[in-house]
C-alpha cells in the first residue's frame, strides 16, 4: 500500500521532470561541452580547443575582463546593499497596519512585477541626455547648471543603471522582510519594553535576529539573481559606453546574440556559475547558519 | 510629542517612497499622451498642454501591437495555466512523499536550475530544437515557458501542500474516495489560493520574458510584446512616443493581474523562497 502509494506520487513529479531534463539539464550539459568548443556563426568546424575560449575572454584587448569582473562585483553588491537597506526600512515602516496599507503596498510593491526590459527602458527616458526628467529635476533644484549625459558618459553610466536596478528591487526586500517581521511574536516586544529596552536595541537584539534566516536566504538569492540579471543594463546601455557597464551577463548577451560566439558564450556562462557556486558555498559558511535548509 | 514627531516622520518617509515608486511610471504615461512635438520641446512639461492619443494610434496602426499582444496575452496564460498544473502535481508529490532522502534530492535538483544563467541554455537549446522545426512558433515559447517557471513554482506549491494538514486526505481514504476523488474533492479546493498564486506568479514572470523570445521567434506576425519593444531600439534611437505607448500597454496586464492578485503573489514568493 505504501509502496503503491509513493509509486503514484513519483507519476506526478514525470511532467516537471521530462520538461526539466530536455529543456534544462541537457541543454546545461551541452553548454557546458560547448564551452570547450570552436563554435561559432562563421566557422561551422566545429571541434574541441581546450581552453581557448576562456583565455581568449580572460586576455581580450577590445573587452578588459578585469573591468568586466570589477564592474560585475560594483553592480551585484551596490545594488544588492541599497535593496536591501531602503527595502528593510519599507518593511519596518509598513509593519504596523496604517489606513489604506493595502492599497498603498500595491502601489510601492508593483515594480516587481514589471520586467527588468521596461524598467530599464523607462529609467533610459528618465535618464535622457536632453529631455529626461532627471536632468531637469536636478537642474531646477540648482544641483547642476548643465545636463548629465547619464547614460552616455562613461563616468555616470553605471551610477544610473545601478539606480535603475535598486529601484527595482526595493519592492522584492520589503516584501520578504515584511512577511518575516510579520511572524515574531508580539510577547518579545512586549517583554523588551518591560525591561527598558530602546527602540534601537529592539531593532539588534529582537527584530534582526529573529529574521536573520529570511536575510541570509534573501540576500544570497538576490545576489545569484542581480548577477543573472542584465536586462536592465541591456535596456539601458548595452554595456557601453566604453565598455563602463558591461558585467558579465551583458557580456555573455553580446558574445551570443552579436558575436555569434557561442563558445566563448558558453564559457563565460560556466564562469558566472562557478562564480556563484563558490560565492554561495562561502556565503553560507561564513553566516553560519544551520537554519537555512532547502 | 515625541511620538508625535516620530509618526509625522514615518508618514512623510512613507510618501517619499510613494512618490518614488510611481514617478517613472507616470513619466511614461504622461510621455505617451504628449505627441511627439511636445516630448521633444523645452522646457520640459508635467503635464501635457493638450492630451492626444496620437502615439497609441500609430503604435496600434503601424507598428502591428494588437497582434503582439494577442500574441503575449495567448502565450502568457497557456503557459500559465500549463505551468500551474505540472507544479501542483509536483508540488503535491513533493508534499506527500514519505522519503525524506528522495524529496532532498529532487529539491535540490529544482534549486540547482534556479543558479544556471538562462543564457548558457539558449544555443544548445537553439540548435536542439531546430532539429525538431521547432523554430519560431509560439508552441516553442509555450513549452519553455512552463518549463522556465516550473522549478520555482514546484517548490511554492509544495509549501502550499505542506500546510495542508493529510489527515484530511487519510480520512477521505476511509470514507472510499479513490486517489482522484481524493485530489479533486479535498485537496484541490483547499488549496485554491495557492493555484492562484503559482498562477499569477507565473503569468507575470512570462508576460515579461524577452530573451527567449528573441531568439526564438523570427517572423512579425508571431512576436511578443517585449520583442515588439526590443525592436523599436534602432541605431538611429528610440522615439519615445510610440516606446511610451508601447510600454503603457505592455504594463497593463501585469498591473491588472498584480491589482487583482497581489495577495497571492506576495505569499507565493514568501512561501517559494524563504521556507521552501
Excluded at chain 1, 581568449?56 to 553592480?75: E, G, P
Excluded at chain 1, 557556486?277 to 553566516?287: C, D, E, Q
Amino acid at each position: 500500500m505504501e509502496k503503491k502509494y509513493n509509486l503514484r506520487l513519483l507519476y506526478m513529479l514525470i511532467p516537471a521532470f521530462v520538461l526539466l531534463i530536455l529543456f534544462t539539464y541537457i541543454p546545461i550539459v551541452r553548454g557546458g561541452i560547448m564551452a570547450f568548443q570552436y563554435y561559432n556563426m562563421f566557422n561551422l568546424n566545429i571541434r574541441f580547443c581546450g581552453l581557448e575560449n576562456f583565455k581568449a575572454i580572460i586576455f581580450d584587448k577590445n573587452f578588459n575582463f578585469w573591468r568586466i569582473l570589477s564592474n560585475t562585483a560594483v553592480w551585484v553588491f551596490v545594488s544588492l546593499v541599497f535593496q536591501f537597506v531602503l527595502g528593510f526600512i519599507l518593511a519596518l515602516l509598513m509593519r504596523k497596519p496604517f489606513k489604506g496599507r493595502g492599497i498603498y503596498s500595491a502601489f510601492v510593491f508593483y515594480p516587481w512585477a514589471v520586467s527588468g526590459f521596461a524598467i530599464g527602458l523607462v529609467w533610459s527616458w528618465m535618464f535622457n541626455g536632453q529631455f529626461g526628467i532627471v536632468n531637469d529635476l536636478l537642474r531646477r533644484i540648482g544641483l547642476i547648471h548643465q545636463n548629465i549625459g547619464f547614460l552616455s558618459d562613461p563616468k555616470f553610466a553605471m551610477m544610473s543603471v545601478i539606480i535603475a536596478n535598486i529601484w527595482y528591487g526595493v519592492p522584492f526586500f520589503a516584501i520578504m522582510l515584511l512577511a518575516a517581521l510579520q511572524s515574531i511574536p508580539q510577547e518579545l516586544y512586549e517583554a523588551a519594553e518591560i525591561d527598558g529596552a530602546s527602540g534601537i536595541q529592539k531593532l539588534f537584539k529582537i527584530t534582526i535576529p529573529y529574521i536573520k534566516p529570511t536575510i541570509i536566504s534573501t540576500t544570497l538569492l538576490r545576489t545569484m539573481w542581480i548577477m543573472n540579471f542584465p536586462d536592465i543594463i541591456y535596456a539601458m546601455t548595452r554595456g557601453g559606453p566604453a565598455n563602463s557597464t558591461n558585467i558579465l551577463a551583458t557580456h555573455l548577451i553580446n558574445k551570443v546574440y552579436q558575436f555569434y560566439d557561442y563558445g566563448q558564450g558558453a564559457a563565460l556562462g560556466m564562469i558566472i556559475m562557478s562564480i556563484l557556486f563558490i560565492y554561495a558555498l562561502f556565503y553560507l559558511r561564513i553566516s553560519a547558519s544551520k537554519e537555512v535548509t532547502l | 510629542m515625541k511620538k508625535m514627531i516620530l509618526k509625522i516622520l514615518k508618514f512623510v518617509v512613507l510618501g517619499i517612497y510613494l512618490v518614488a515608486a510611481i514617478l517613472p511610471f507616470y513619466w511614461v504615461l504622461i510621455t505617451s499622451l504628449k505627441g511627439p512635438k511636445e516630448i521633444y520641446t523645452f522646457p520640459i512639461r508635467y503635464f501635457p498642454s493638450k492630451v492626444t492619443f496620437e502615439s497609441y494610434r500609430q503604435l496600434f496602426s503601424f507598428a502591428n501591437f494588437g497582434v503582439y499582444f494577442k500574441n503575449s496575452l495567448l502565450v502568457s496564460l497557456s503557459a500559465a495555466l500549463g505551468a500551474m498544473i505540472v507544479s501542483i502535481l509536483a508540488g503535491y508529490a513533493l508534499s506527500r512523499h514519505r522519503q525524506r532522502r528522495f524529496k532532498s534530492g529532487v529539491l535540490l535538483a529544482f534549486y540547482f536550475t534556479q543558479m544556471i544563467p538562462p543564457f548558457v541554455l539558449m544555443t544548445p537549446l537553439f540548435t536542439m530544437l531546430s532539429k525538431f522545426q521547432m523554430i519560431d512558433k509560439l508552441s516553442t515559447l509555450f513549452i519553455l515557458y512552463i518549463t522556465m517557471v516550473t522549478a520555482f513554482s514546484s517548490i511554492m506549491s509544495k509549501s502550499f501542500f505542506d500546510n495542508i494538514p493529510i489527515s484530511l486526505e487519510e480520512a477521505g481514504y476511509i470514507d472510499g474516495c479513490n486517489t482522484m476523488q481524493v485530489l479533486f474533492k479535498i485537496v484541490f479546493p483547499l488549496s485554491l489560493p495557492g493555484m492562484a498564486a503559482i498562477f499569477s506568479f507565473a503569468f507575470v514572470n512570462i508576460w515579461n520574458e524577452l530573451f527567449l523570445a528573441v531568439m526564438f521567434i523570427m517572423s512579425d506576425e508571431k512576436r511578443t510584446i517585449p520583442v515588439a519593444l526590443n525592436s523599436f531600439i534602432s541605431k538611429a534611437g528610440i522615439s519615445w512616443d510610440i516606446m511610451s505607448a508601447g510600454l503603457v500597454i505592455a504594463l497593463l496586464p501585469t498591473m491588472a493581474v498584480f491589482a487583482f492578485a497581489q495577495k497571492y503573489i506576495v505569499s507565493g514568493l514568501t512561501k517559494g523562497a524563504v521556507k521552501g
